[in-house]
């Protein structure tokens, strides 16, 4: 089955780090490009970067540069994102999305909040 | 980058049309014919409707189609039914090699 499975919730205090994990199967991991885009609560969507399973070539939105880091683990399908300094502005659902052009298979999401 | 400007709510009745406008500039939708539409239902993770300006994946709905003109792309879906009503968001490629996406459309059907 075609899938992406991403970690599970999680609750952080500000200034920590969170790390949410997107594993790949039912599909060559290397062949298509990992999207990460995250959805504050009641907001929209919002894309965070991209990362190149084959070759690890990364792609980080400006705003998110300096914070964020994403990693991919071929020997499990795995890929990662890490985002540090949190703040509650940070509390949303977290997509992994496959694609280039387009995102045809998403994650379910990981919530991650971000509270004291 | 700044995100792609979409109404923020659109309505019509069961049967009828409605156009959903993504605005953006030619550093993005004007740029490249790599538009996409997403539909998400709440509780839900988006679902790929539209690729490429006017493309459909397998399994959608030919009562969805996209289009593009200069700086806009729209997303028309014909024969509203009561299952359409949903989010609505644009995506676009960008000369930085980045992704944009609109501000996501509410579509009621009333």
């Known amino acids: 089955q075609v899938q992406l499975v991403q970690s599970g919730a999680e609750v952080k205090k500000p200034g920590a780090s969170v790390r949410v994990s997107c594993k790949a199967s039912g599909y060559t991991f290397t062949s298509f490009y990992i999207h990460w885009v995250r959805q504050a609560p009641g907001q929209g969507l919002e894309w965070m970067g991209i990362?190149?399973?084959?070759?690890?070539?990364?792609n980080y939105a400006q705003r998110f540069q300096g914070r964020v880091t994403m990693t991919r683990d071929t020997s499990t399908s795995t890929v990662y994102m890490e985002l540090s300094s949190l703040t509650s502005e940070d509390t949303a659902v977290y997509y992994c999305a496959r694609g280039a052009r387009y995102l045809d298979l998403w994650g379910r999401g990981t919530l991650v909040t971000v509270s004291s | 980058q700044s995100a792609l400007t979409q109404p923020a709510s659109v309505s019509g009745s069961p049967g009828q049309s409605i156009t959903i406008s993504c605005a953006g500039t030619?550093?993005?939708?004007?740029?490249?014919?790599?538009v996409s539409w997403y539909q998400q239902h709440p509780g839900e993770a988006p679902k790929l409707m539209i690729y490429?300006?006017?493309n459909r994946p397998s399994g959608v709905s030919d009562r969805f189609s996209g289009s593009k003109s200069g700086n806009t792309a729209s997303l028309t879906i014909s024969g509203l039914q009561a299952e359409d009503e949903a989010d609505y968001y644009c995506a676009s490629y960008t000369t930085s090699s980045t992704r944009v996406f609109g501000g996501g459309t509410k579509l009621t059907v009333l």
């Open positions: 490429d300006v006017n």
């Open positions: 030619s550093s993005d939708v004007g740029g490249y014919n790599y």
């Open positions: 990362i190149n399973p084959n070759g690890g070539t990364i």
